[in-house]
C-alpha cells in the first residue's frame, strides 16, 4: 500500500518511472531515474509497502550499517518529488515485482489518480541488434490518442511477453491516463551495466518532452568513454568487428529509408530547442 501523511499540493505534476530487472537492460532507464534525481535534488515522497509484492527469497533485502546499527532495506519501488520551476515531478525508481502485477499497477494508479499527473512516462531499455556506433535507437508509444498526436508517437504493435512496464503502460491506457513508454535498445553484445550513451539518449528525449531542462553533467563525457571502451573491445575482436559493420550497414539501410522530411524537420526542431536553452 502506498501512504503518506499529507499529499502535498503539486504544481502540474508528471510522473517518471523506472524498474529494475527485465525492463532496464544495461540499467540504462534506473540510471535515467537516478541521474534526474540527483541534479534535481528530488527528495523521498512515498513508497509501496513491498510485503505483497516481492519474493524476498528471489529479490533479497540488503543488509546495511549505518552508524555501527545494521539496517535493512526492503526492495520496493520509492518515490521522489522534483520541485522545478516549470513543474512538479514524481521519479519512481521500483524493482519489477515478483507476483501480483495487477494489483502493484493499480496502487500506482491510485498515486497518480490521487496527485493530479498530468503525464506519465515510463522508461525501459532492451537488448537489441543495435551498433554501438551508431546513436541510440529510441522507441516511444502511447496508447493516448492525445499524447501521440502531442509526441507524433506510434501506436504499440507489439506482441509477445511484456515486463512491468507494458502492464502499467497497458492500465494507464484502459483508465484513460496520458502515458508514454520510451524504450532505449542497448547493443547485445555489450549488455553489462552501465550504458551511459544510452541513459543520456533517453534524458535527452525526457527532456523533450518535459520541455524542462535537464542538467547532463558529466554524463556526456561517460558515455564517450563507454563508446571509446567497446569500440577497443571491437578491434581486439574480428569476429566482433566483423558482426558490428554488419549491423551497421543494415542500421543505415534502415535510416535510409526512414529519412523522411517529415522526420528530418522534426529532429532538426529538437536539436535547435537544445541549442537555444544551452
Excluded at 208 to 220: C, E, H, R, T, Y
Amino acid at each position: 500500500m502506498i501512504e503518506w501523511s499529507e499529499l502535498p499540493e503539486l504544481n502540474r505534476p508528471v510522473l517518471v518511472t523506472a524498474f529494475e530487472g527485465w525492463n532496464d537492460a544495461g540499467e540504462a532507464a534506473t540510471d535515467a531515474i537516478d541521474h534526474l534525481r540527483m541534479m534535481w535534488d528530488a527528495h523521498p515522497f512515498t513508497e509501496i509497502d513491498p510485503e505483497d509484492y516481492y519474493d524476498f527469497q528471489v529479490t533479497r533485502p540488503h543488509v546495511s550499517i549505518e552508524d555501527d546499527q545494521r539496517e535493512i532495506t526492503w526492495p520496493t519501488t520509492r518515490f521522489f518529488l522534483a520541485r522545478l520551476p516549470e513543474r512538479d515531478v514524481i521519479l519512481a525508481h521500483g524493482i519489477e515485482p515478483n507476483m501480483r502485477w495487477r494489483r502493484f499497477c493499480e496502487e500506482i494508479t491510485g498515486l497518480i489518480a490521487d496527485a493530479d499527473v498530468q503525464l506519465v512516462i515510463n522508461l525501459g531499455a532492451l537488448l537489441a541488434d543495435a551498433p554501438h556506433t551508431r546513436s541510440v535507437p529510441l522507441t516511444a508509444f502511447s496508447g493516448h490518442p492525445d499524447v501521440v498526436g502531442q509526441f507524433a508517437l506510434d501506436e504499440s504493435r507489439y506482441e509477445g511477453p511484456t515486463g512491468i512496464v507494458g502492464v502499467l503502460q497497458s492500465m494507464c491506457d484502459t483508465a484513460q491516463v496520458p502515458c508514454v513508454s520510451l524504450w532505449a535498445a542497448v547493443p547485445h553484445y555489450v549488455s553489462s551495466a552501465p550504458c551511459p550513451k544510452a541513459t543520456l539518449a533517453i534524458l535527452s528525449r525526457v527532456e523533450d518532452m518535459l520541455d524542462v531542462p535537464i542538467p547532463m553533467d558529466d554524463l556526456p563525457d561517460q558515455a564517450a568513454a563507454w563508446q571509446r571502451g567497446v569500440e577497443e573491445l571491437a578491434e581486439e575482436d574480428p569476429e566482433i568487428r566483423e558482426y558490428v559493420q554488419q549491423l551497421e550497414r543494415s542500421r543505415d539501410t534502415d535510416d535510409l529509408s526512414d529519412a523522411s522530411g517529415e522526420a528530418i524537420a522534426a529532429e532538426f526542431e529538437r536539436y535547435l530547442k537544445r541549442r537555444s536553452q544551452s
